[in-house]
């Protein structure tokens, strides 16, 4: 028997991570710059923030992918850490959305939401239609999955055993935080271990009182997703990933102590276990989230408090060319100005960093020439698409002269980022390798940064 439970089981999970992946990457096919420009464009009032994190995580079906993109938006300095904590808050309200869907009972319509996902991609339609069909697609297998997962758990049922298993997560909350937490992390989504706990719901082996503390571990074990993605990141993009960690396990703490009351609250809302499971699950993370809201500028601070140091921003595209002021030549002139000046600021960023490489051995602003040198190469490359619009301006003579010369100071410019560049390179692999300067060498390279 336990050979009919173990590979139908294997199976369901493996078809449950699979539906959750392909519906996640088809949407934000369809969608992923959109939802990036509407993050870009977040303000800085939190209950804004929450509100996007709930509408792009719901959309997107996974608070791990949008607290992915919220932690690079932050490495790239289109986002400060106060509005990124604020999104991450609404993100881990919207990935409750996938339980609340399964505990609708709709997953006996799999096969016909996988079919309907499936003619939409496979049939000659337009690619963001395709898009489409594989986010239904990922749907149908959801539930699907969902199916085949109940089904084999469900001999389990009558072996006492079993029970007394799953029993003990109730006993011991503790234990059933470590286990979901484990789960999650290994396979790095929460809605995959939320649905496979309604799936032992359905059967009876889970109750409330065992499901919710895996549920919380859960929502701690996602948090692995954006530890991942801020290594090699900087300092602001660490914090992200630290706030999101932080704000699961300080609410799985706080949670832990009501435990008893809260469960008997969610019990009083509806007897069916299904539908305790994924309100718990929603109700947990809107509470945590009114719980931080108020002190969320006190919680900015305690992060930056345990990962002090100073944010390196690094600004990314344009700032002061736009086509919509080319309805004044002088104005867009002044424009093409100010850009060459700041990227030339830039640069000079770039070569203080290859100073403090040569000079201090710190490998750490290696990364930053490298994301400082990708928006010289853009800026530069955007200033020579911008030159020739301006050139068929009327502008006075004096400077109609100056914009080829603009030109070849901008793409001079990009020269030096490259240069520097590559001698960040060789310096890194230098210090790799502990290779010496002499005292003769390193007074002539002093020299060389003071001409330069």
Do not use: W
């Not at 496979?122 to 089904?151: C, D, H, N």
């Not at 799985?252 to 008997?264: D, E, R, S």
């Not at 900015?300 to 086509?323: C, Q, R």
């Not at 003579?397 to 960040?424: A, F, H, Y």
Request: glycine residues 6%; aromatic residues 8%.
């Amino acid at each position: 028997m336990l050979l009919e439970v173990i590979f139908p089981l294997i199976g369901g999970i493996a078809l449950l991570i699979y539906g959750i992946h392909i519906t996640s990457d088809g949407i934000q096919k369809a969608l992923a710059q959109r939802l990036k420009n509407i993050l870009e464009k977040t303000t800085s009032n939190p209950l804004i923030g929450v509100l996007l994190g709930f509408i792009i995580t719901a959309i997107i079906q996974s608070s791990s992918a949008t607290t992915v993109i919220v932690v690079s938006l932050v490495n790239s300095g289109l986002m400060n850490l106060f509005q990124a904590v604020s999104i991450i808050f609404g993100a881990n309200i919207g990935t409750t959305i996938t339980a609340q869907i399964i505990a609708l009972k709709i997953t006996k319509y799999g096969f016909l939401i996988f079919t309907i996902g499936f003619l939409l991609q496979f049939l000659p339609f337009k690619r963001k239609v395709k898009y489409f069909g594989q986010f239904i697609m990922g749907f149908g297998l959801i539930f699907i999955a969902i199916e085949i997962t109940t089904s084999s758990v469900s001999p389990l049922k009558n072996d006492p055993k079993i029970k007394e298993i799953f029993l003990n997560f109730g006993r011991i909350p503790v234990f059933g935080v470590l286990v979901g937490s484990i789960f999650t992390m290994i396979q790095q989504s929460s809605s995959v271990t939320v649905g496979i706990i309604e799936a032992l719901g359905m059967e009876g082996l889970l109750d409330i009182n065992s499901a919710f503390p895996m549920i919380l571990g859960a929502n701690i074990g996602t948090t692995i997703t954006a530890i991942i993605a801020s290594v090699g990141t900087n300092i602001a993009a660490k914090r992200t990933a630290l706030a999101h960690v932080l704000f699961n396990i300080i609410g799985a703490i706080v949670f832990l102590l009501i435990l008893n009351p809260y469960i008997n609250f969610i019990k009083i809302l509806t007897p069916n276990t299904v539908n305790q499971i994924a309100n718990s699950h929603t109700l947990f993370n809107i509470i945590n989230t009114l719980i931080f809201l108020p002190f969320i500028l006190q919680f900015v601070k305690l992060i930056k408090k345990i990962i002090p140091g100073e944010d390196v921003i690094i600004e990314t595209g344009v700032k002061y060319l736009n086509k919509s002021i080319l309805k004044s030549p002088i104005v867009a002139y002044d424009a093409l100005i100010k850009e060459v000046t700041r990227l030339s600021s830039i640069v000079e960023n770039n070569l203080l960093c290859l100073k403090e490489l040569i000079f201090n051995s710190n490998k750490s602003v290696v990364r930053d020439i490298i994301q400082r040198e990708e928006t010289i190469n853009y800026v530069n490359k955007e200033i020579s698409r911008y030159v020739p619009l301006i050139t068929s301006l009327n502008l006075p003579e004096k400077e109609i002269k100056m914009v080829p010369q603009i030109l070849i100071i901008s793409s001079q410019l990009e020269r030096i980022g490259d240069l520097i560049d590559n001698t960040s390179q060789l310096e890194f692999q230098r210090i790799e390798e502990r290779i010496p300067y002499s005292q003769f060498a390193m007074k002539e390279l002093l020299d060389m940064f003071n001409y330069i």
